[in-house]
């Protein structure tokens, strides 16, 4: 026969097998490529766990020389320099328990005022180093006004040295400065050592001023462009490093640290990857031998049986002739296919010409135009729906040319070359407006004789005007659904985010500052108090973001239960006292008789007074009173907070029920707040069914009020 089929299988299973080698070799190359970025990354990780740790150590000493600066003990002892200062909170042990090598106090005039060295390993004093006096000498270490610091390394003769300088002010932070307190700690091996167990990592750390390992060397270049590159480089097959540099006070590199990793990662996945290589390889070999045996026995010879009788029927015209084969698969039924198919030849002929004459009563039912044209743009045939946009029959449309076709010319004419298709034989489509304002989509489609010739152009056209104008309006509001939806997302998202970690930063604070863990000094206790109530404050804030992003997904559901009114009132009055009481501000809380219970969202009504309450008293003014009055109102309770504080400006007011919106500008803000509390109050309220208003005048006070369905939703 013509071909061998059996010899093109063998090929394309070798083309197959090629294909495998070429793929499993580019994986291989690939996945190995991939666990080099993993142990570069992972070596990235490891080494900022090492500049981290260095951090922490610059960062602490940045806290303790500004905590010791802004001190009004330190304020007064530039001032008059007092000895019991010096004996009480100056002294060798003092200086080595908060690890501090050097304490230096210079005044205004850049006189040295107080200075001392210790040993922090044994807390004995030591000398003070030269260089650091030269450098108070020439105004390196000195801080030039109230907000300026100074923070990095400087080399010494004996070790290099973090170093902190901050201006000296009073406890509240204010000025003027009376001169610039310095602390500075050696960056000594022992130092060295307790950042290698902390990282548990191999250091090396070379001074920029000193001689160095040739591949220190080679990595200085790239610090001194940009300090906080982190450079990878593997050192051998077994070890890989990660070099980085640290700055001085002056901005210029001044060390070069290496940590050393094994690299376990990269080794164990190279090994795991040439196991898989060959094993595939080997898989894929085996399985093109067999496929090639297996398609030979069960498939290529009788693939060949299948041939020979196709081309002894054709060749000898005898549609009475029968292919039969064994087996019952596909072969078998494409030989049952093969003899139906010569039963059905003639029925096909029969079958075209129906089909010609169902082809005009189809298209006569299309409501978009048909008009087939000659060479000349003539027109041969029209549809009905074409017949009737050009007003007239078929046979006086044969011959019109369609250029001057009545109606129908704009539409299939002026936004299509049709003469070019001729030339180019490319269908051409596209959309149009026309001068009425409707939009048309037109196509034009070449049709060939038998020997490829164009004949004729079949033109279509649709008005989609009201289609366009549908997908317009569903874009839009898509956009806005997908905008909102994002929006809401995003708040709740890191809402959630957030709130974990604070909860337990409050959580150990907390704990801390009930003494858990052991006794506080008072600056301890002070700072340990201020993380806990900051931390709540955050916590509140993302707690009223993620309600009211809830509110605005839709995904709030209230929990409606019956409570006693009067009682509850009582005791957020009880939670707002603490508030009050620091004001010396009254709060009067009346209630109708009638009305002992509600049916609402605890929780919810909760938060609506509360924050309502808040409010009232955090802008009233001192010795203050707040009237809470509650009273019903058919099926209704009217609730209504009245204050006689600041009040708010008819500019401001507008700004009220608005999300983060406040009546202080955040430079200028004299009240605490997120500007959430109203517009949740108002959310909540709307989601029980009620209302809220409110009515303010500068200098008088302000009254907020709000009903809600007393019968909660049994209504």
Avoid at 1 to 17: H, N, R
Avoid at 82 to 98: F, H
Avoid at 460 to 467: A, F, L, P, S
Wanted: with cysteine; aromatic share 8%.
């Amino acid at each position: 026969m013509a071909i061998d089929i059996s010899k093109k299988v063998l090929i394309i299973t070798l083309l197959i097998f090629t294909v495998l080698t070429a793929s499993f070799t580019f994986t291989h190359n690939m996945q190995l490529s991939n666990f080099l970025e993993l142990e570069r990354a992972d070596t990235f990780e490891n080494v900022e766990r090492v500049q981290n740790a260095v951090a922490t150590e610059q960062s602490y000493l940045d806290y303790i020389v500004q905590d010791w600066a802004c001190w009004d003990d330190t304020y007064q002892f530039i001032e008059d320099k007092n000895p019991e200062y010096i004996r009480v909170d100056l002294q060798n042990q003092t200086l080595s328990g908060i690890n501090v090598n050097v304490m230096i106090f210079v005044n205004n005039s850049g006189k040295v005022v107080y200075v001392k060295s210790v040993n922090t390993s044994t807390a004995e004093e030591a000398p003070v180093p030269r260089k650091l006096l030269a450098m108070i000498e020439d105004g390196s270490l000195l801080t030039e006004g109230e907000n300026d610091s100074i923070s990095g390394f400087v080399l010494l003769d004996e070790d290099p040295m973090f170093i902190a300088c901050h201006p000296i002010l009073t406890t509240k932070y204010e000025g003027p400065s009376r001169g610039t307190l310095i602390f500075g700690r050696y960056f000594d091996d022992a130092l060295l050592e307790s950042f290698k167990k902390v990282t548990r990592s191999s250091l090396l750390m070379y001074r920029a001023d000193e001689e160095m390992p040739q591949d220190f060397q080679n990595k200085i270049k790239n610090f001194s462009q940009n300090s906080d590159n982190i450079v990878v480089d593997p050192l051998n097959k077994n070890q890989i490093a990660g070099y980085f540099g640290l700055k001085d006070i002056k901005g210029d590199i001044a060390l070069i640290l290496r940590a050393d990793f094994p690299r376990e990662l990269y080794l164990h996945g190279e090994r795991t990857l040439n196991y898989m290589y060959f094993f595939l390889l080997l898989t894929g070999l085996m399985t093109g031998v067999g496929v090639k045996f297996v398609l030979d026995k069960l498939f290529i010879s009788r693939l060949v049986e299948v041939d020979d009788f196709v081309t002894r029927v054709r060749s000898e015209k005898d549609l009475s002739q029968r292919l039969s084969l064994e087996d019952n698969d596909e072969l078998y039924r494409l030989s049952r296919e093969i003899n139906g198919m010569l039963n059905e030849i003639y029925l096909a002929e029969q079958e075209l010409k129906a089909q010609a004459r169902e082809k005009k009563v189809l298209l006569d039912s299309l409501n978009e135009l048909a008009v087939f044209v000659d060479t000349e743009l003539k027109i041969i045939w029209a549809n009905k729906a074409a017949l009737e946009y050009m007003n007239m029959g078929l046979e006086k449309a044969i011959g019109v040319c369609l250029k001057v076709a009545p109606g129908i010319s704009g539409p299939l004419v002026e936004h299509l070359n049709l003469e070019e298709i001729f030339t180019t034989g490319e269908k051409k489509s596209g959309e149009y407006t026309a001068q009425d304002g409707r939009v048309w989509f037109a196509q034009a489609i070449p049709v060939p004789d038998e020997q490829g010739k164009i004949i004729g152009i079949l033109q279509t056209c649709r008005d989609v005007t009201e289609k366009k104008e549908a997908e317009r309006l569903l874009h839009e509001k898509q956009i806005a659904e997908i905008a909102n939806r994002t929006k809401s997302e995003f708040l709740a998202n890191m809402s959630h985010e957030l709130r974990t970690p604070l909860n337990s930063i409050i959580g150990f604070s907390d704990l801390l500052y009930e003494k858990v863990y052991g006794e506080l000094n008072e600056k301890q206790a002070r700072a340990v108090g201020n993380i806990s109530r900051s931390g709540k404050h955050l916590l509140n804030l993302i707690n009223d973001i993620l309600d009211l992003s809830k509110v605005e997904a839709g995904k709030m559901e209230l929990d409606y239960k019956e409570f006693e009114l009067a009682g509850k009132l009582n005791a957020i009055k009880s939670l707002l006292s603490p508030i009050a009481d620091r004001k010396n501000i009254e709060i009067d809380i009346e209630v109708d008789k009638g009305l002992t219970h509600i049916r609402a969202d605890e929780a919810r009504f909760v938060q609506i007074m509360y924050n309502l309450m808040d409010n009232a008293i955090k802008f009233s003014h001192e010795n203050g009173l707040v009237k809470v009055r509650a009273e019903r109102k058919g099926d209704l309770v009217e609730i209504t907070v009245k204050d006689k504080g600041i009040g708010i400006k008819e500019e401001d007011q507008c700004k009220l029920f608005k999300p983060f919106s406040q009546v202080d500008s955040f430079s200028s803000k004299t009240f605490q707040g997120t500007g959430l509390g109203l517009s949740l109050v108002k959310q909540i309220v709307n989601l029980h069914g009620g209302e809220v208003w409110f009515n303010s005048k500068i200098g008088e006070g302000s009254t907020f009020a709000f009903t809600v369905p007393i019968d909660g939703n049994n209504n």
